[in-house]
């Protein structure tokens, strides 16, 4: 079974940082990218970044230039580096592995999810 384990989350103040790691486990079919979201209650899982197994990176205009992704497609772990954070950040984390299933498709999984807070 596949499973995804995330670690890092904490308490931070406004302009700290964080390091995130996620290791997946089990069989992933045709892994072709890895990724990192965030939900706040009561509103949709938001996107922040991408890396793919071609080395291209994705991330979302509120992250850009102060999150960092890694992916290790080998070992199936990936990283995500949360510098100068802000209030509007806090949120749980989830990591994400997107491969294809039996039947070809695309499928996605995902871990547990990591409370961040960013807090004076």
């Known amino acids: 079974q596949v499973q995804l384990v995330e670690s890092g989350g904490g308490l931070v103040r406004p302009g700290g940082s964080l390091r995130l790691s996620c290791v997946a486990s089990?069989?992933?079919?045709?892994?072709?990218?890895m990724g990192w979201y965030r939900q706040v209650v009561g509103r949709q899982r938001e996107f922040i970044a991408t890396?793919?197994?071609?080395?291209?990176?994705d991330y979302a205009d509120s992250v850009k230039g102060r999150f960092t992704i890694s992916g290790d497609f080998v070992n199936k772990t990936e990283y995500l580096q949360l510098n100068s954070l802000k209030l509007e950040d806090t949120a749980v984390y989830y990591c994400s592995a997107e491969g294809l299933g039996t039947k070809g498709s695309p499928h996605l999984y995902w871990g547990q999810g990591t409370q961040v807070t960013v807090s004076s």
């Open positions: 089990g069989k992933i079919g045709g892994l072709y990218a």
């Open positions: 890396s793919t197994n071609r080395d291209t990176t």
